[in-house]
């Protein structure tokens, strides 16, 4: 049997969520949207079912706003929620996008309770911890994608400076997803040669720099809205991970319970993701400053979910 793959908000990521996903045969597709003047959700998946004879892809693509829809769902994808305008910090979403998660968490508590749960809404650390305290999910089943475009966008942005494929960066990048994250440079290599002994600080410094605005340098350009190609893409490696037990070692937004001295909260960390979804978080030996920096993201993401009031 096929896996079933629901989409909870069909706006800019969700459509190119549910677009790769056709492509790359993962599984039947339920987008799930709000009913706007007519039903935006259900367009779109006609619209790739009737893509599909071009690319070949066998999958049964639907549009709904019915939880019920997505009852039987191995994976649930969410996406719901306003994206930034320029100015914006991904915090200014909050007041709005609370009520949106604490929506799609209850619909999804009582449709796909077995379901792994991938978030993206932002400010996405808070907003993963409202839905895990909403649906009261095990902390396997719910993780929030942030690093793993965290890192892509390290590794993009290191490749274009060092000319080098970006296939050969290794890396990863820790903490909120926000300004204040903690990209690795450290621990980085390229091709496993080590960052640091062919890339001078100020290389090392504007790529860091570039990493943690990433979204903003996005949302300036738009001018309405946020990133939404690389975002969907970040969550169909996690989705793949998950749903062929791939067991890939990528960036996301876990509870954490004692690692890394933190107890709570989601943060970005390592995780091993499996058919088990969150297997494990992978801890890293870091030095006094990379320690002093993940403590500075943490107080940020305590004080977004504290304005949760949950
Ligand atoms: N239930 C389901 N869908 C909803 C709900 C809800 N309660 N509220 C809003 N939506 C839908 C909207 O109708 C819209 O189609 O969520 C979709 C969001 O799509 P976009 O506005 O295009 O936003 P997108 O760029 O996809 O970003 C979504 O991810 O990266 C974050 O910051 C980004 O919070 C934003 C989210």
């Known amino acids: 049997m096929r896996k079933k793959i629901a989409l909870i908000g069909g706006g800019q990521i969700g459509q190119i969520l549910a677009m790769i996903a056709a492509q790359k045969e993962m599984g039947d597709i339920v987008i799930l949207d709000i009913p706007d003047y007519e039903n935006p959700a259900k367009g779109k998946a006609l619209d790739l079912m009737e893509m599909a004879p071009h690319v070949n892809y066998d999958a049964n693509i639907s549009g709904t706003s019915d939880y019920k829809d997505i009852e039987g769902s191995d994976i649930v994808i969410i996406t719901a929620g306003k994206p930034r305008e320029a100015g914006m910090t991904r915090e200014d979403l909050l007041d709005i996008n609370i009520k949106i998660i604490t929506d799609v968490a209850n ?168 058919a088990k979804g969150v297997e494990k978080i992978l801890e890293i030996s870091l030095n006094d400053d990379e320690k002093a920096m993940l403590q500075t993201t943490m107080e940020k993401v305590k004080q977004t979910v504290a304005e949760c009031n949950i």
């Open 107 to 274: 619909g999804v508590k009582n449709h796909a309770p077995n379901a792994f749960c991938l978030v993206l809404t932002n400010p996405l650390d808070a907003m993963v911890y409202v839905f895990h305290k909403v649906t009261g999910f095990p902390k396997n089943q719910v993780l929030g994608m942030a690093g793993t475009l965290d890192t892509a966008r390290f590794r993009s942005f290191l490749a274009m400076e060092l000319g080098v494929s970006v296939v050969d960066i290794a890396g990863t990048v820790l903490g909120g997803h926000g300004p204040t994250m903690v990209p690795l440079p450290r621990l980085t290599t390229v091709g496993g040669v080590p960052l640091a002994d062919i890339a001078d600080q100020a290389l090392i410094d504007r790529v860091v720099d570039r990493t943690r605005n990433a979204g903003t340098e996005i949302v300036k350009l738009f001018g309405k809205g946020s990133a939404f190609f690389s975002p969907a893409w970040s969550a169909i490696v996690i989705a793949e991970s998950y749903l062929k037990d791939k067991r890939r070692v990528l960036s996301g937004a876990a509870l954490c319970e004692g690692e890394y001295g933190i107890n709570g909260y989601f943060i970005g960390v390592p995780v091993l993701i499996s």
